[in-house]
């Protein structure tokens, strides 16, 4: 059983910086690492991912430019670095674990096995 724990969340002015951790559990270096995030009334949406590998990162548009999906495997970790905070960036924010192996980033919810139970990031304008 994979365990994964999402910390960082919390209320910050627009154009803040926030940046999320996602403690996971078992053998890390093998899965695939996504954002996403849901906002109330809204389905959840991918944000940014990582391969099992770290060679490749992908992000939503909305956040291109502004947020950092980084990985330290001796730590079973992975960060999302969030600059430029906007109201609309607030929601729910889940971390998400992919174990295909594969070599691209999956930006489907669904096609990741494992989540966390979510940080709350809020911006307030």
């Known amino acids: 059983q994979v365990q994964l724990v999402e910390s960082g969340g919390g209320l910050v002015q627009a154009g803040g910086s926030l940046r999320l951790s996602c403690a996971a559990s078992?053998?890390?270096?093998?899965?695939?690492m996504g954002w996403f995030r849901q906002a109330p009334g809204k389905v959840r949406e991918f944000v940014a991912g990582i391969t099992w590998s770290g060679a490749i990162t992908y992000y939503a548009d909305s956040v291109k430019g502004r947020f950092t999906i980084s990985r330290e495997n001796a730590k079973n970790t992975v960060y999302l670095r969030m600059n430029g905070l906007k109201p609309e960036d607030t929601a729910v924010y889940y971390c998400a674990a992919d174990f295909s192996r594969s070599t691209v980033v999956q930006t489907a919810a669904p096609e990741y096995d494992y989540w966390g139970q979510g940080t709350q990031v809020t911006v307030s304008s």
């Open positions: 078992g053998i890390f270096s093998s899965y695939g």
